[in-house]
């Protein structure tokens, strides 16, 4: 669930996958390949996580992969197609997740309990991924490559907002609900989650959703007259 509340993303050529991104991008790869730039990029990752994009050297990611600086330049040509691949993955991962829930339909809240799982269950799969987008966001997005950053965050925006509204409109949701602070509050609790939450702890992703959902839904139920706390009748110590 990308933050950021973003403007209209720079303009930049080239075909777009469903985050937004430009196809493309590094070196060809057949299948071996492929698999060495994922283990690659898997490292690179922890690395970035752990001590940030730019104090993350070239040689460190080498080391780390067992390889020679020289040899890595084989499978990536940059420091930047790497954090690319990583970010790219993780986004078009999350969209295609998102966009299958929607297009499955059902009411407002069936939709916003499988978004949040899917969000929840991101962090989990992505977690160093979620925590590298967050802490480079603010300096990547500044450079014309990354462009597909903030359209993946307008696109995310845009997915939620339309079944925020859709359900407030059929009666699903509250009224009185405000559709963009409601995305914004829903979104920032899962995406902190990545600073706390282990999924190798007692709760799987899909049982930290279950916690979340249960607190989450009560509050934008539309409640009739019986449940509404300011309309219950006084009760004696």
Excluded: C
């Excluded at 009411?107 to 160093?128: C, E, K, Y």
Aim: charged share 25%; aromatic share 6%; no cysteine.
């Amino acid at each position: 669930m990308p933050a950021g509340d973003a403007g209209p993303a720079p303009a930049e050529g080239g075909r777009r996958n469903a985050a937004g991104r430009r196809a493309g991008g590094g070196r060809a790869a057949g299948s071996g390949e492929s698999e060495r730039r994922a283990a690659i990029v898997g490292l690179a990752a922890d690395l970035f996580a752990e001590r940030g994009y730019r104090a993350t050297t070239v040689r460190e990611i080498a080391d780390a992969a067992g390889m020679l600086s020289g040899s890595l330049y084989h499978h990536f040509d940059s420091k930047e197609s790497i954090i690319d691949e990583l970010l790219s993955s993780y986004l078009d991962d999350l969209h295609r997740e998102y966009e299958a829930i929607v297009e499955r339909g059902g009411t407002a809240i069936d939709q916003i309990d499988g978004l949040v799982r899917a969000a929840f269950s991101s962090v989990a799969r992505h977690r160093a991924a979620v925590t590298v987008f967050q802490n480079e966001r603010v300096h990547l997005i500044q450079l014309p490559r990354f462009a597909y950053l903030t359209a993946a965050e307008q696109s995310t925006q845009r997915l939620w907002m339309k079944v925020l509204r859709d359900g407030i409109a059929a009666g699903q949701l509250r009224a009185d609900l405000d559709p963009k602070i409601t995305y914004r509050l829903l979104r920032d609790s899962v995406w902190v989650s990545v600073r706390w939450y282990s999924p190798s702890g007692r709760l799987s992703p899909d049982q930290l959703a279950d916690h979340f959902l249960r607190m989450l839904l009560d509050g934008i139920r539309p409640h009739g007259p019986a449940t509404d706390a300011d309309d219950l009748p006084p009760t004696t110590p």
